[in-house]
């Protein structure tokens, strides 16, 4: 049985919050399924309500002109996606796909902005992760317009020691072919970078595992 409080309690979201608050929360969140593959909104589309994971993972991408995906996040269990053009009234901007069977928590627009009109608590929390997604944006854009791809991978790297808290490995949570979508650039690329920081000692790949052993080469780049 999917558990809505339990969820709620521990997303960066929501995390907090007094039991009468999730309690609120909990009752106009309603839950949807989606299969691997399935796609949650598409570029364009009204922005009814957001939606936060509660099992699965879900990629954010663009499509370009000629066809080519750039991934612009992944989010997994607990985290919200899809706020911010719903508090701003816009239609979203980006596609959202699940790449995993996944289960979400959806809320409408109406009701949530009603909730938060009412509770500066939620307010509040709603300003630090959105905060956050704005850092975590700012990196990326600097990463992919002013660094070569070898300094964008050990960013990457680095990012996932602390989203894991373990710097002597890390687990990729996606495909090798979205990391490099992820990253801005091919997959031919990245295998050959990941392949160069194996030959310099600065990695160990096994498979979806990569050791880091050197933590402080990475932390330079």
């Known amino acids: 049985m999917f558990n809505k409080k339990q969820l709620l309690n521990q997303s960066i979201l929501f995390k907090g919050l007094s039991p009468a608050l999730l309690e609120q929360i909990a009752d106009l969140a309603s839950i949807k399924k989606f299969q691997r593959g399935e796609s949650i909104f598409f570029e364009g589309d009204k922005a009814t309500g957001f939606y936060m994971v509660g099992q ?12 080519k995906e750039q991934i612009l996040h992944i989010f997994g ?48 929390s709603m300003l630090a992760v959105l905060s956050m997604r704005l850092r975590r944006f700012a990196a990326q854009v600097e ?34 072919g979205q990391l490099a979508s992820l990253l801005g ?18 990695i160990r790949v096994k498979g979806k595992e990569i050791e880091l052993l050197e933590y402080q080469i990475l932390l330079e780049r």
Do not use: C
């Not at 996944?102 to 307010?123: K, Y």
């Not at 660094?147 to 996606?174: C, F, G, W």
């Not at 650039?185 to 600065?202: A, Q, V, W």
């Open 77 to 124: 269990p607990g985290e919200p996606f899809g706020e911010v053009p719903v508090f701003h009234g816009r239609p979203f901007p980006a596609n959202a796909i699940s790449i995993e069977a996944s289960t979400m928590l959806f809320f409408p627009r109406q009701r949530f902005i009603e909730l938060i009109n009412s509770t500066p608590s939620l307010a509040l």
């Open 143 to 176: 990463s992919l317009s002013l660094k070569e791809v070898p300094a964008r991978l050990a960013a990457h790297l680095i990012y996932l020691t602390e989203e894991q808290n373990n710097t002597s490995m890390v687990r990729l949570d996606i495909p090798k």
């Open 56 to 67: 699965g993972r879900v990629k954010i991408y663009k499509m370009s002109l000629d066809g």
């Open 185 to 202: 650039t091919s997959p031919e690329t990245l295998s050959r970078i990941f392949t160069k920081m194996s030959n310099e000692g600065i």
